[in-house]
């Protein structure tokens, strides 16, 4: 059934965070005896300005997720063709983003240049244009702010601003090792998030297998319980195959000869 205008002012309304029901809208437009052209003129003005409300939050929220903006990756720019295997059609299916809806956390494993950050980063931006808050950062990055957190006593202001998003994306696991207290706060990260409500989704990417991140946590027992509940309800992507990284490399070949004996060598004859 195709909805009156009233409540489709009321939807726009929501959306502007204005407190208008359409009944209130209704009875606005019989009180002041607007004709169906106000009211069609009325109902294009709220959409507009919901319309604009909305790619203003989508742009704060990108520009916040630290994800790229210039040449953002996307599951639009993502060659979905090159996925082979049983359970190809299941990783396609990403862009429904059912993961952060549900609560379940996607760690995505493999070699450099499979595409791995490349998906990642097309689901944090995939879950700002639906309005969810999205962060991005390096490992490395990761462990900056432990760091810096411990210096100045601010563990805890720093673990619940990372409460805040849905989607937290954690990139390269395996590039750089954290220390015992900085395992600790990783635990204390994931355990806060295991227990976070509402829509939620940790993805991580890593050349190594998560049986291999001992290497690079000092704490095997903060990390072990970390990864206990990381990866209670999760979907592990292990990728196999060749960096895709190159495909534009041109390659030359070329072979020199002697040197005349008349040539010019430096200059000099």
Request: net charge neutral; with cysteine; glycine share 6%.
């Amino acid at each position: 059934m195709e909805q009156s205008v009233f409540d489709r002012i009321e939807q726009c309304c929501s959306v502007l965070k204005v407190d208008l029901s359409s009944t209130e809208a209704a009875s606005y437009a019989e009180k002041h005896n607007l004709s169906q052209e106000q009211l069609s003129a009325m109902d294009m003005l709220f959409e507009f300005l919901a319309e604009k409300k909305q790619r203003t939050c989508v742009e704060t929220l990108l520009r916040l997720s630290r994800l790229p903006v210039k040449a953002p990756k996307t599951f639009e720019n993502y060659d979905f063709s090159r996925l082979h295997g049983k359970d190809a059609a299941t990783i396609s299916n990403l862009p429904s983003l059912s993961e952060v809806h549900s609560g379940k956390n996607i760690a995505l494993i493999g070699p450099p240049g499979v595409g791995k950050t490349h998906l990642a980063e097309a689901y944090g931006r995939a879950c700002c244009l639906e309005g969810m808050k999205a962060y991005f950062l390096k490992a490395s990055e990761l462990k900056a702010k432990y760091v810096t957190a411990r210096k100045f006593g601010r563990e805890a202001n720093m673990i619940n601003g990372l409460m805040k998003y849905s989607c937290l994306i954690i990139d390269e696991i395996g590039r750089c090792t954290f220390d015992r207290e900085s395992t600790a706060l990783f635990f204390d990260m994931i355990d806060r998030w295991y227990g976070k409500e509402g829509s939620k989704c940790m993805i991580f990417t890593s050349n190594k297998q998560p049986s291999e991140w001992f290497e690079f946590f000092r704490c095997d027992d903060d990390l072990k319980a970390a990864l206990d509940r990381l990866f209670d309800d999760a979907k592990v992507i292990i990728f196999k195959g060749d960096s895709y990284r190159g495909r534009k490399r041109e390659v030359l070949a070329v072979e020199t000869g002697p040197i005349p004996s008349n040539a010019r060598i430096g200059g000099n004859q």
